[in-house]
T-cell receptor
Framework: DTGVSQDPRHKITKRGQNVTFRCDPI?????LYWYRQTLGQGPEFLTY????????KSRLLSDRFSAERPKGSFSTLEIQRTEQGDSAMYLC???????????FGPGTRLTVL | AQSVTQLDSQVPVFEEAPVELRCNYS??????LFWYVQYPNQGLQLLLK??????LVKGINGFEAEFNKSQTSFHLRKPSVHISDTAEYFC????????????FGKGTRLSVIA
């Protein structure tokens, strides 16, 4: 098991473009979380899945954001019509135990020009 | 709802000196507590966790933390730091019931000086 992976690691885009990020969790984990981290801040929750069901969405997740986890495996996070304020590190984490111990991927750093 | 306060945004310390990074939390329910470390341009790595039992928890890389329920604190300590410990450290909290998202503090930047 190689842990949580994310792709791409870096993404530079122009304002108004759509971007999509992928997260592959640890294979036996049924819960998957997306967080956003801006400079000098801790990670902030965006959304999470249990298997394929999206159970909770943060108020940070505007209508331009959508996330999916088909078949309860990998997940994608799409941002439509990107804005400069979307520039951040997007972190994915997975969990499968009883104690909510979350394992993080390396993150995708998004820069919106 | 839960919240986490990390009292120091930056902590400089000389190599081989001891260090304490402070974390206080607020919650109306019982919680699990975590410390994560983040190296530049990387994700978060779990250092240690408090789930139940002994209030002194040992983690990786020689770090330990003590849970103090009355003071709602979970301070991280290391008796002797190395240059390689330079990183950002995050304290996080989660309610015991349910697998809800973690709530993080703003982080403490530990800089180890040679």
């Amino acid at each position: 098991d190689t842990g949580v992976s994310q792709d791409p690691r870096h993404k530079i885009t122009k304002r108004g473009q759509n971007v999509t990020f992928r997260c592959d969790p640890i294979s036996e984990h049924n819960r998957l979380y997306w967080y956003r981290q801006t400079l000098g801040q801790g990670p902030e929750f965006l959304t999470y899945f249990q298997n394929e069901a999206q159970l909770e969405k943060s108020r940070l997740l505007s209508d331009r954001f959508s996330a999916e986890r088909p078949k309860g495996s990998f997940s994608t996070l799409e941002i439509q019509r990107t804005e400069q304020g979307d520039s951040a590190m997007y972190l994915c984490a997975s969990s499968g135990g009883a104690y909510n111990e979350q394992f993080f991927g390396p993150g995708t750093r998004l820069t919106v020009l | 709802a839960q919240s986490v306060t990390q009292l120091d945004s930056q902590v400089p310390v000389f190599e081989e000196a001891p260090v304490e990074l402070r974390c206080n939390y607020s919650s109306s329910v019982s919680v699990y507590l975590f410390w994560y470390v983040q190296y530049p341009n990387q994700g978060l790595q779990l250092l240690l966790k408090y789930l139940s039992g002994s209030t002194l928890v040992k983690g990786i890389n020689g770090f330990e933390a003590e849970f103090n329920k009355s003071q709602t604190s979970f301070h991280l300590r290391k008796p002797s730091v190395h240059i390689s410990d330079t990183a950002e450290y995050f304290c996080a909290v989660s309610p015991r019931r349910g697998n809800t998202p973690l709530v993080f503090g703003k982080g403490t930047r530990l800089s180890v000086i040679a």
